[in-house]
């Protein structure tokens, strides 16, 4: 890899970084002296929730990390039930004051107030370790979302299916299914 001496900082974030990958960036900022921070966030909590603090980059490759400062994460069983055994997966909720109230699809959703509490069930399915690091395994509910109606469950041949539908060329259907199956998840207007 490249000398760059005047990088400091990598930070990442915007979706799950391969494992292997994490682990090159982690090693390279180690071996040049730089840091390289994880970042885990959704849009309902102003973008960032978690972080792994770069001395961990190396021994907790793959984890999105620990809380923000004032966040609080919790996991909960099929059952909504708070797990407090590491290693087993549940669903992520986050607690922070940073938690957006809800959405407005209208003027009159303006008025609703605080309808989250500062409370977010991200839907991603995760675990903790021992040391209470947290890392996503998955996503609880994989689908499309079609102007805000329908969801459809998404699966590689349905993402097919309903992209081909579309009036678009085949390359732009391609590319789009693609970009779809890490993220599954698409609003279309």
Same mark, same amino acid.
């Not at 005047?6 to 979706?15: C, D, E, F, K, P």
């Not at 959704?42 to 490759?61: F, G, H, I, Y």
């Not at 998955?138 to 102007?147: C, D, I, M, T």
């Given at each position: 890899?490249?000398?760059?001496?005047?990088?400091?900082?990598?930070?990442?974030?915007?979706?799950?970084?391969?494992?292997?990958?994490?682990?090159?960036?982690?090693?390279?900022?180690?071996? $040049?002296?730089?840091?390289?921070?994880?970042?885990? /966030?959704?849009?309902?909590? @102003?973008?960032? &929730? *978690?972080?792994?603090?770069? %001395?961990?980059?190396?021994?907790?490759?793959?984890?999105?990390?620990?809380?923000?400062?004032?966040?609080?994460?919790?996991?909960?069983?099929?059952?909504?039930?708070?797990?407090?055994?590491?290693?087993?997966?549940?669903?992520?909720?986050?607690?922070?004051?940073?938690?957006?109230?809800?959405?407005?699809?209208?003027? $009159?959703?303006?008025?609703?107030?605080?309808?989250? /509490?500062?409370?977010?069930? @991200?839907?991603? &399915? *995760?675990?903790?370790?021992? %040391?209470?690091?947290?890392?996503?395994?998955?996503?609880?509910?994989?689908?499309?979302?079609?102007?805000?109606?329908?969801?459809?469950?998404?699966?590689?041949?349905?993402?097919?299916?309903?992209?081909?539908?579309?009036?678009?060329?085949?390359?732009?259907?391609?590319?789009l299914c693609r970009s779809l199956l890490p993220?599954?998840?698409?609003?279309?207007?």
């Amino acid at each position: 890899m490249r000398k760059l001496p005047s990088l400091r900082t990598m930070t990442q974030a915007g979706g799950k970084l391969l494992p292997e990958l994490h682990k090159k960036f982690a090693e390279y900022a180690q071996r $040049e002296r730089k840091r390289f921070i994880v970042m885990y /966030g959704q849009s309902e909590a @102003t973008a960032r &929730m *978690a972080w792994l603090p770069a %001395d961990k980059a190396l021994e907790k490759c793959g984890a999105m990390g620990i809380a923000i400062p004032g966040g609080k994460f919790r996991l909960l069983d099929e059952k909504g039930q708070d797990i407090t055994t590491p290693n087993i997966v549940g669903e992520l909720l986050y607690e922070g004051r940073n938690v957006t109230m809800g959405y407005a699809e209208c003027c $009159e959703d303006l008025t609703k107030g605080d309808e989250r /509490g500062g409370i977010l069930l @991200t839907g991603d &399915m *995760a675990k903790f370790d021992k %040391d209470g690091f947290f890392y996503i395994v998955g996503r609880k509910n994989a689908f499309l979302k079609f102007s805000a109606i329908v969801s459809v469950l998404m699966r590689p041949n349905v993402c097919s299916r309903v992209i081909s539908t579309l009036n678009v060329p085949v390359q732009a259907r391609t590319m789009l299914c693609r970009s779809l199956l890490p993220r599954r998840r698409l609003l279309l207007k």
